[in-house]
């Protein structure tokens, strides 16, 4: 009788609303946007923070290591928490174009976010330098791409004159709404982990990012969501790293295309949460990206880009710096599907091909 009461109850009760509506619907009162504002989402944000014990076992001293698996968004990066932001705001002021510089990702989420605000969009992007599901993405998503002989910087430095002489939104993370959206990662973190770590460990590029985290971070601190700020700590690539050497780099060069900038448009807002939360900018090679990037492939599961990856590979070459006991987030930007050339040269697996196709072939092959 009881059974069938609560079955009665259960259900004449409206259904818990579990679904995540993006990151503008989740944190509207902390963001720019009002009744008026079209929001333009692909839902975007809610990734998960997964332990990883084989970084934190490698570290030891009792701390415990988590990543951010950003490229779990829709497009597969960090860009849509920021690309929601920058495409509904454009709409809403009644744009019918956006244009953007990208090393690949920006393009990727422009193109996707500007189609279904039905708008247009043009990426502008360093030829034979961007991974090939970044391409791939951006031709799929409608965007129309201009490959140019030049690096990112000269692609970013025709994006703003463009955008300053001809009817077209600027969405690279000059274009403040960028940051706001990819604040809410910070956020999502805090509310998480019941307050912010000790150390956020993030990749740089045109540091656009760390500087969206620390103001995330700040804004739920100044809150009392968190009881304390964390150090920030910024990687770049030995070949393409800028904010550590403290001047622009001219032919900047890594593995990881993504942050192959050598003249960060962001520099001074990356300094200020640096030196504000007492952090650190240091550089890591190409192959200590390579070797972080295989063990969170083939320890941990987690498929992420070369330049994610080397957030935790400084991580671990700074790891004598860290206190015992202490919670660090690193935050991976992008999913490693973008750059399948980059992971097919770069494991250490086993790929027998031109097999016959017969069992006693394949048993032969495994030892049985
Ligand atoms: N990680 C990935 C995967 C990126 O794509 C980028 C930047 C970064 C890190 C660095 O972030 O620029 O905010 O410091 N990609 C840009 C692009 C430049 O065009 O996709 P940042």
């Known amino acids: 009788m009881a059974f069938t009461k609560k079955l009665k109850q259960l259900f004449a009760s409206t259904p818990k609303k579990s679904n995540w509506d993006g990151l503008i619907e989740e944190y509207k009162p902390w963001l720019p946007v009002t009744k008026k504002t079209p929001i333009i989402t692909l839902k975007e944000g809610g990734t998960p923070l997964i332990e990883v014990k084989s970084i934190s076992d490698r570290i030891g001293k009792e701390v415990k290591v988590y990543v951010k698996y950003d490229g779990l968004n829709p497009t597969g990066s960090f860009k849509d928490r920021g690309m929601t932001m920058a495409i509904s705001k454009a709409k809403e002021a009644g744009c019918e ?22 708008m247009r969009s043009f990426v502008v992007i360093p030829d034979g330098y ?9 031709l799929v998503y409608g965007a129309e791409v201009l490959a140019i002989k030049g ?7 025709i994006v703003r004159e463009l955008s300053d002489k001809y009817p077209i939104t600027l969405v690279n993370s000059v274009n403040p709404y960028r940051l706001q959206g990819q604040k809410t990662a910070a956020f999502e973190i805090i509310e998480y982990l019941g307050n912010a770590p000790d150390w956020l460990c993030i990749p740089m590029g045109n540091a656009g990012n760390i500087s ?13 969501k968190s009881k304390q700020l964390p150090r920030m700590m910024g990687f770049q690539a030995s070949g393409s790293a800028p904010l550590v050497e403290g001047k ?11 942050i192959r900038i050598g003249n960060p448009v962001n520099k001074e807002k990356a300094f200020l949460a640096k030196e504000s939360s007492n952090g650190k900018f240091s550089s890591v090679t190409d192959s200590e990206i390579i070797d972080a990037y295989k063990i969170l492939g083939k320890e941990e599961g987690i498929f992420c880009e070369p330049a994610s990856a080397a957030s935790v ?30 992971a097919i040269k770069n494991n250490d697996s086993i790929f027998h091909t031109g097999i016959d196709a017969e069992i006693n072939a394949i048993t032969k092959i495994m030892g049985f």
């Open 130 to 138: 961007v991974a090939q599901g970044k391409l791939a993405q951006a």
């Open 212 to 224: 969206a985290y620390w103001m995330g971070f700040q804004e739920f601190f100044q809150a009392k």
């Open 97 to 118: 174009a956006v244009i953007c510089a990208s090393t690949g990702n920006t393009s990727a989420s422009a193109a996707a976010y500007a189609s279904k605000g039905k």
């Open 313 to 342: 590979a400084g991580l671990l070459k700074i790891k004598n710096e860290v206190p015992s006991k202490a919670t660090i987030v690193c935050v991976l930007t992008g999913n490693g599907l973008k750059d399948p050339d980059c």
């Open 151 to 157: 690096n990112f910087d000269k692609a970013l430095n």
């Open 248 to 258: 622009s780099i001219n032919n900047p060069e890594t593995i990881a295309t993504a």
